[in-house]
């Protein structure tokens, strides 16, 4: 069903652009709440909301508001000048971590991860330890912790001394942290791994190695954070303070922002000109997390997401082929008995649902907060038949 237009743009594309994504498969034109259109004007449920970033969907009237009015006002100052913005956020970020903390404002969810690296680096000592599977960035720093060999292969030498170890696997952590290693890094549940989480209790001793050898701990709450997993960051789920906290995706509603929260008395600082960012945490991007986390508390998002988490569940548990749903909230992975996740997702995009393939027999879903039981309908009745279809095939 490739129209003109369309085949038209995709030319236009391979011409302009560098190849790295892939030619995308349809090209969006327009968003509001859950739906998205193409230039045909083909609608979609959008049930991946731009990897879990459109926390509030698309066109959420509170952040275009707070995005238009900044504009109009202020929308760029660099980081000579401090802004009501800025400071707001980061105020209010203090208040949901809920502990002694400081913010550095950044855009993207990599560099939140070069900033806490950074921070480690202070501490005198340059070991890490992370984890198989991990993922945490595409920049040098950030690959060079994401625990994903293919994505490595081609650019090393990265940074030494990162070690990687079995995610959940507590006696490897054991063996291998010492008061050498500068920071642990880990996701509370790994999202690009095919929303993979760790046994019960992991992080939580995790947590305990950590101060008891000195180590820093960084949760990187990028993917989980900003109600997605029914609570602000992921982690609170065991009852742990991290030492570190880095955040992107949702945290600007739709918007490029990231940030590293330092939390706690044992975590180095940076001193001025240790590090910065042009545009990190502007005016604009500040004001759109603002609206956004004032939303999801006015709304009381975050109870939502473990709703409709279950009401999800129960339609999916009604199907076939599926081996589990694993997962909290409204990020969820869903396992096939089959290695069909890529034709799956190719079918539900034909069926007007966007889902996402992250491995051979992985489906992800990151639906934005505001999701509903009636979108539930809908998305259960499209994975259905794409479901069926597919299986038919085989
Ligand atoms: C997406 C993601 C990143 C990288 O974020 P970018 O904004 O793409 O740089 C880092 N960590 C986790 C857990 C992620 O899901």
Same mark, same amino acid.
């Given at each position: ?9 995709d030319?236009r *594309?391979i011409?302009a652009?560098e190849?790295?994504?892939?030619v995308?498969? %349809? $090209?969006?034109?327009k968003g509001k709440g859950?739906?998205? *259109? ?5 609608? !979609?449920l959008?049930?991946l ?6 926390i509030l ?5 509170a952040v ?8 109009r006002t ?7 000048y401090s802004h009501?913005?800025g400071v ?7 208040? #949901?971590v +809920?502990?002694?903390?400081?913010v550095?404002f ?7 991860n070069?900033?806490? #690296?950074? &921070? $480690?680096?202070?501490?005198?000592r340059?070991r890490?330890?992370s984890? @198989?599977?991990?993922?945490h960035g595409?920049?040098? +720093?950030?690959? $060079?912790l994401t625990? =994903?060999?293919?994505?490595r ?8 001394g990162v070690?990687?170890?079995p !995610?959940?696997?507590i006696?490897?952590? @054991? ?5 050498? &290693?500068?920071?642990?890094?880990l996701?509370? %549940?790994q999202?690009e791994?095919g929303?993979v989480?760790?046994p019960p209790?992991?992080l939580?001793a ?5 101060t ?5 701990l960084?949760?990187?709450?990028v ?7 029914g609570? *602000?960051?992921?982690? /609170?789920?065991e009852?742990?303070i991290?030492d %570190?906290?880095t955040?992107?995706?949702g945290?600007g ?6 940030a ?6 044992d975590?180095?600082h940076?001193?001025?000109? =240790?590090?910065?960012s ?5 005016p ?6 603002l609206a956004s &986390?004032k939303?999801i @508390?006015?709304?009381q ?10 009401? %999800?569940r129960?339609?999916?548990m ?6 589990e749903v694993?997962?909290r909230?409204?990020?969820? +992975?869903i396992? #096939?008995? @089959?290695?069909?996740a890529?034709?799956l ?5 034909d069926?007007?649902?966007?889902v996402?393939a992250?491995s051979a027999n992985?489906i992800?879903?990151?639906p934005a907060?505001?999701?509903?039981h009636?979108? &539930?309908? /809908?998305f259960?009745?499209k994975f259905?038949l794409?479901?069926?279809?597919v $299986?038919s095939?085989e």
């Amino acid at each position: 069903m490739i129209n003109s237009a369309k085949k038209n743009l995709d030319e236009r *594309w391979i011409g302009a652009m560098e190849q790295n994504y892939g030619v995308p498969a %349809i $090209s969006l034109v327009k968003g509001k709440g859950l739906y998205v *259109w193409d230039e045909s004007g083909k609608k !979609y449920l959008d049930f991946l909301g731009g990897i879990a970033t459109n926390i509030l969907g698309h066109a959420d009237p509170a952040v275009v508001k707070a995005v238009s009015s900044q504009i109009r006002t202020l929308g760029h100052t660099s980081n000579f000048y401090s802004h009501p913005q800025g400071v707001g956020l980061a105020e209010k970020l203090q208040e #949901l971590v +809920g502990h002694q903390s400081k913010v550095f404002f950044c855009n993207s969810g990599a560099e939140a991860n070069e900033a806490a #690296l950074k &921070i $480690s680096r202070l501490t005198g000592r340059n070991r890490i330890i992370s984890t @198989e599977g991990s993922f945490h960035g595409r920049t040098m +720093g950030a690959l $060079s912790l994401t625990g =994903q060999p293919a994505k490595r292969a081609p650019f090393i030498p990265l940074l030494r001394g990162v070690k990687f170890l079995p !995610y959940g696997d507590i006696r490897s952590m @054991e063996r291998s942290i010492s008061a050498r &290693i500068a920071m642990v890094i880990l996701e509370p %549940i790994q999202g690009e791994n095919g929303v993979v989480p760790p046994p019960p209790g992991y992080l939580r001793a995790v947590r305990d190695l950590c101060t008891k050898h000195g180590v820093l701990l960084c949760i990187d709450a990028v993917q989980t954070g900003m109600g997605r997993t029914g609570s *602000w960051f992921g982690y /609170e789920s065991e009852g742990i303070i991290p030492d %570190i906290i880095t955040m992107a995706k949702g945290l600007g509603g739709g918007l490029p922002l990231g940030a590293m929260i330092t939390v706690g008395n044992d975590v180095p600082h940076f001193s001025p000109g =240790q590090h910065g960012s042009t545009f990190g945490g502007n005016p604009v991007s500040a004001s759109a997390g603002l609206a956004s &986390i004032k939303v999801i @508390e006015k709304k009381q998002l975050m109870k939502s997401a473990l709703l409709m988490e279950k009401s %999800i569940r129960r339609a999916l548990m009604k199907m076939e082929g599926i081996l589990e749903v694993r997962g909290r909230g409204l990020l969820l +992975g869903i396992v #096939l008995k @089959e290695n069909i996740a890529s034709e799956l997702a190719a079918l539900c995009l034909d069926n007007g649902l966007l889902v996402n393939a992250t491995s051979a027999n992985v489906i992800r879903i990151a639906p934005a907060l505001t999701v509903s039981h009636v979108h &539930i309908q /809908e998305f259960a009745k499209k994975f259905a038949l794409s479901l069926k279809k597919v $299986s038919s095939h085989e």
